[in-house]
């Protein structure tokens, strides 16, 4: 059974600094990794998609990376802003599971100006 | 786009009684929707996976008597939490995949918070 886990639980940063968020899996067998932001109370907003093959997506100051061979992924957020506070979570789809996809529980995230 | 829409997004209701929770693809034709679960600080647990004109998959543990999924046309699905209890004040969120573009993709829905008194 895929299980996924996302360290830190929760994280609090200065405005401006640069910062790292990691999450790992169980099972490396995976067809794409997702990480999204959840503002409190709203859904899931998708920020990079890496697929299995890749080793990096980079989306403005967001760069995700992926080392599947170790079951790992971290998300760089570069100069971290106030409006960056939210609660970031990964997800891993499986290479047999079509669209299924296996939630961490989430950092979250609060910057201070 | 890929929009997915749920209605309503909060409601409150009272012990025991049934509650429906509307889940469309807006600008898409849906071949699965999925609905989720998500408690105070804790993940996104699957309850289950829905495919036009079939019954729903059910993850192990959920009640399918409880949790009614119809998955009635390629852009809705409902939920239905029958005879709810406080222990089902969750926010529910729903997705959707479409059946081209990038592969097994999900679009969200901005999730529906049900409390039960």
């Known amino acids: 059974k895929q299980e996924v886990t996302q360290i830190p639980a929760a994280l609090s940063v200065p405005e401006g600094e640069n910062l790292v968020l990691n999450c790992s899996f169980t099972d490396s067998a995976i067809y794409n990794l997702q990480w999204f932001r959840q503002d409190p109370g709203k859904g899931l907003t998708s920020l990079l998609l890496?697929?299995?093959?890749?080793r990096e997506q980079t989306s403005g100051r967001l760069n995700a990376s992926l080392d599947k061979s170790s079951g790992r992924s971290t998300l760089y957020i570069a100069a971290s802003q106030p409006g960056d506070s939210a609660t970031y979570l990964c997800a891993v789809r499986r290479e047999t599971s079509g669209s299924r996809l296996t939630f961490g529980e989430g950092t979250q995230l609060t910057v201070n100006p | 786009g890929a929009v997915v829409s749920q209605h309503p997004s909060w409601v409150i209701c009272k012990s025991g009684t049934s509650v429906k929770i509307e889940c469309r693809s807006l600008?898409?034709?849906?071949?699965?929707m999925f609905w989720y679960r998500q408690f105070p600080k804790q993940s996104l647990m699957l309850m289950a996976t829905s495919n036009e004109g079939s019954k729903a998959t059910y993850e192990q543990g959920v009640e399918k008597d409880k949790f009614l999924i119809n998955h009635a046309s390629l852009t809705l699905s409902t939920l239905t939490v029958t005879s709810a209890h406080p222990e089902d004040s969750s926010f529910y969120i729903c997705s959707a995949s479409k059946p081209s573009g990038r592969p097994y993709e999900q679009y969200f829905g901005p999730g529906t918070r049900l409390t039960v008194t």
């Open positions: 890496i697929q299995s093959s890749q």
């Open positions: 600008d898409f034709q849906a071949t699965t």
